[in-house]
């Protein structure tokens, strides 16, 4: 991780950190950071200031990831959720708050069927 800003800033000496590119210093840097803070933050919410109810969903999506990727594989919750939210409610979202929306509502309801077949107890 700290590698990670050390070759980036390194690597920045000869092709500067520009954000508006994203260079490939850029990327190092913002990767390494990232690296660094997003773990620290799940461990200062999680088990310095106990505050667990969030990460349940995470806990089952993990304990089940093998058996919601092949379900995903073999018959997809995209294609079940757009049986739902498809057809005319997809235009008329797609209409009414901006295109893509329909899309959008499908890939949630698909995610919301997966989180809901996790929550299942085995």
Request: net charge positive.
């Amino acid at each position: 991780m700290w590698r990670l800003i050390f070759a980036g800033y390194l690597w920045g000496l000869q092709f500067p950190v520009i954000k508006l590119i994203w260079t490939s210093s850029f990327v190092l840097v913002t990767g390494g950071y990232s690296a660094i803070l997003l773990p620290a933050s799940c461990i200062r919410l999680i088990d310095v200031w106990r505050w667990k109810a969030w990460a349940t969903i995470f806990v089952w999506i993990g304990a089940n990831a093998i058996a919601l990727y092949f379900i995903n594989g073999v018959a997809g919750f995209e294609p079940f959720a757009l049986r739902f939210v498809g057809g005319d409610v997809k235009v008329w979202l797609d209409q009414t708050v901006t295109p893509g929306t329909g899309v959008f509502a499908a890939h949630l309801l698909g995610l919301a069927f997966a989180v809901a077949l996790a929550r299942l107890p085995v």
